[in-house]
């Protein structure tokens, strides 16, 4: 992850971290610029997560598997024959 120094735009380094809920999405970085000649600012900045775009394979297989259980039987007939065409 790039930080870019607020004061002087100069590449700066995150020196600790803060994890600040339970879940671990959202944490305060504090960040030290690299300009040390002519900034040496140090800053904190607040990286949160925000959405998926996304969801794990995992996640996706269990809503499929999910999804399709709620089909009748010929309502999964149909569907395997879509995805599974009978080779030529
Ligand atoms: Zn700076």
Same mark, same amino acid.
């Not at 996640?59 to 598997?65: L, P």
């Given at each position: 992850m790039k930080v870019v120094c607020p004061f002087c735009f100069h590449k700066a380094l995150i020196t600790s971290r803060?994890?600040?809920n339970d879940d671990k999405t959202i944490s305060d970085l504090?960040?030290?610029c690299?300009?040390?000649k002519d900034c040496a600012?140090? !800053?904190v900045y607040t990286l949160a997560y925000?959405?998926?775009l996304n969801h794990p394979v995992r996640?996706? $297989?269990?809503?499929? !598997?999910n999804l399709v259980n709620t089909l009748t039987k010929e309502e999964k007939a149909s569907l395997r024959r879509d995805l599974l065409p009978?080779? $030529?």
């Open positions: 803060n994890i600040l504090y960040c030290s690299t300009n040390t600012a140090t !800053f925000k959405h998926v996640t996706t $297989a269990e809503m499929a !598997f009978d080779p $030529a």
